[in-house]
């Protein structure tokens, strides 16, 4: 028997999608929503964001633009909403909304506006202009390693730059792959960043999540052997993801 409160509901939701059971995960979020009494920006977001895990990228764009709209420009979860948003169109192949949704990001007066800009670079990479790519990740890695040195306490720390980070590394290694003439020198690039990457503190989601956008942006270019080679990067991690099988 589901509980009667959107807390426990959104907490059931989210405890049920760590099990794949994404499906009761959906319900729980949608009997979270409708119980939330103006409070239906988290659960929203756990479902737009449970929509997108499942491949279910389109029927995500109306949750995310209801959370959009509803919210300030800062908030707790304008961050999270327009850093996945922009995601979704991403993966859509709707750069220029995705563009539109990273640059709103980016204005944020927040460290985490590593996030859109690195979004940016990926939309930037979709459209070929890979030096202005492989500018953004350079810019960003180094804004991120500037701030964790001034910022040692690693609690206050916000994990979603961590996140972004990273996959500022993965992009590095797009930009390799056609920056290069010598591709054994693209190769170790690619190994280094990679080494780099494997070591990140990052969970098993996040790892998923960053690998795959790598591989979609690989497939996007017309690169198949590396799409699928990154592609099963992230399946070898979990076997279970809907979004990769389907890829």
Known sequence: KQPNNYALL???????????????????????????????????????????????VVDSFP???????????????????????????????????????????????????????????????????????????????????????????SDHFPVYSDIAYNKAILGKILCSSVMFDDQNEAAKVETSYINTFAQAKLTTVQRIELLHDCAFAYQTRGLKGKAVEYYKKALDLNPNELAIQDA
């Open 10 to 56: 959104f907490a059931r939701g989210f405890v049920l999608v760590g099990m794949y059971r994404y499906k009761e995960a959906l319900e729980a979020f949608d009997a979270s929503i409708r119980l939330s009494n103006g409070n239906e920006v988290v659960p929203l977001l756990g479902k737009a964001s449970l929509l997108l895990k499942m491949g279910r």
């Open 63 to 153: 949750i995310f633009d209801r959370i959009v709209n509803k919210l300030p420009l800062v908030s707790p979860y304008s961050y999270r909403a327009l850093d996945s948003y922009g995601r979704a169109m991403y993966l859509s192949g709707n750069t220029e909304e995705s563009v539109r949704l990273y640059s709103r990001l980016v204005t944020l007066t927040t460290d985490k506006f590593i996030a859109g800009a690195v979004g940016l670079g990926y939309c930037k990479y979709l459209a070929g202009n890979y030096e202005e790519a492989n500018s953004l990740f350079d810019k960003k890695m180094y804004a991120y390693t500037t701030m964790k040195r001034e910022n040692n306490d």
